[in-house]
């Protein structure tokens, strides 16, 4: 009866914890409230059930693991009709690549590919042109005073970089961006219902226009993405509409991935270069510190704070008992913290030797990791070598969000 009512109290305690987390102060910092929750014990209840993990060794531990497994779309089928995992938005998502175990994600990566070096250098030279315009957008409305940052460049970027690269119409990327921000909650730490209506609709939306794109690749193939995926799938699939259907699946997830995570990773690098001028100086006159500022970046507050894996069998972390299918959340923006992990982890140090989770780790380790990186280091150079130093005007505003962080806008202005 004691750890049961130990664990009672501590879930109590979750709860109240949560709630800061949810307000306004909560979301602009959060830091303070993993903190307090890291300092309960690298395990502690989540407060709607399941465990949260904190240390950055466990986390890094359950990812690379094989006996602890995605929430895939089997698993949401048996939490039940009446859950948010059996919401239409989160059943499409269980049936994506982040979401498959073994041997499905196996087939399903290897039909993907990946980014080879070709292909990042191509995208290198795309980069340029599309930041370099960017960047004059940016030094026009500099003129009249300040600008928003978020939504000038960091929103602007990663729709045209990959919209290139699968080849989409640019007078869809605005609608295709604003659907990924709802898209998304479906895929939070505890969606609402309006939240989960919202995403249900996005990804309806996505789904029509995917499947249309699919269609129209395989009547029209060219040399892009979606024509190759087609081919891929042809060759193991005899069934062509489901080899269609994945490929949907596939240009849905690389969309949602290559838009939501890097828009927010693009926004926190910038904010940490202008709120202290002496990074701004830093990285201009040392431009190879950029790959290490952005690694750093990841690290101090990453765009996913929170990844959740289910027990493969029943098992037990640091003596928590934890059943088969039971849920744990790695807050892995905490474990980031983690003293134990990095010396003064709450000081933002480019210096430092680079060991983060921000895009996971074992066989799902993100497929984008290395356009992500190249979105962000060409637009520390391109920046802090084109333009003056720039200046925060005020603290951006977040969305209401705990698992995917999100600035909602960036302010700066010259120095």
């Known amino acids: 009866m004691g750890v049961v009512s130990t664990r009672t109290h501590d879930r109590r305690a979750a709860v109240s914890l949560f709630s800061r987390l949810r307000t306004a102060a909560g979301q602009a910092d959060p830091f303070p409230f993993y903190a307090d929750l890291a300092s309960r014990g690298g395990v502690s209840p989540a407060p709607w059930g399941g465990s949260l993990v904190t240390g950055f060794d466990l986390c890094d531990q359950i990812l690379r693991s094989r006996e602890w497994l995605e929430p895939d779309a089997s698993w949401r089928e048996r939490q039940g009709a009446g859950t948010r995992w059996n919401a239409p938005s989160s059943r499409e998502m269980g049936r994506t690549l982040p ?29 340029d042109q599309v930041t370099d315009r960017l960047l004059g957008n940016l030094t026009e409305q500099l003129r009249e005073g300040e600008a928003d940052f978020a939504t000038l460049v960091s929103e602007e970027l990663p729709v045209a970089t990959i919209g290139h690269w699968l080849g989409l119409p640019a007078e869809d990327w605005p609608r295709l961006r604003d659907l990924t921000h ?27 226009y995917f499947v249309e794109l699919v269609r129209d690749r395989r009547a029209r193939p060219g040399d892009d993405p979606v024509s190759r995926w087609i081919k891929a799938w042809d060759a193991v699939e005899p069934n062509r509409d489901e080899a269609d259907e994945q490929v949907y699946l596939l240009a849905l997830f690389v969309v949602l991935a290559a838009l939501e995570t890097t828009s927010t990773l693009l926004t926190m690098t910038v904010l940490r270069l202008v709120e202290q001028p002496e990074r701004w ?25 929170v990844i959740s894996r289910v027990a493969a069998r029943d098992t037990a972390l640091e003596g928590i008992e934890v059943r088969r299918d039971e849920m744990v959340h790695l807050m892995v923006a905490a474990a980031h913290r983690d003293p134990a992990r990095h010396h003064d982890p709450d000081r933002f140090d ?10 996971s780790g074992g066989i799902h380790y993100c497929l984008g990791a290395p356009l992500a990186r190249l979105e962000a280091q060409t637009l520390l150079r391109h920046l802090t070598q084109r333009l003056p130093r720039l200046t925060l005007v005020r603290p951006p505003a977040w969305a209401p969000r705990v698992a995917f962080r999100r600035p909602l806008n960036l302010d700066v202005a010259p120095a």
């Not at 041997?103 to 290198?124: E, K, L």
């Not at 479906?186 to 309806?204: G, H, I, N, V």
């Not at 990285?283 to 950029?290: E, F, G, K, N």
């Open 182 to 208: 709802e898209q998304v909650f479906t895929q939070e730490l505890l969606p609402s219902a309006t939240q989960l209506a919202r995403s249900d609709a996005a990804t309806a939306e996505l789904r029509a």
């Open 281 to 305: 100086n830093l990285i201009a006159s040392c431009p190879d510190l950029v790959p290490a500022f952005v690694e750093e970046t990841l690290r101090y507050d990453p765009p996913t704070h």
């Open 350 to 359: 480019p210096l430092r030797k680079p060991a983060h989770l921000a895009f």
């Open 99 to 127: 979401a498959l175990n073994p041997p499905d994600h196996t087939r399903v990566r290897r039909a993907a590919g990946g980014f080879d070096r070709t292909t990042i250098q191509d995208m290198g030279r795309m980069l």
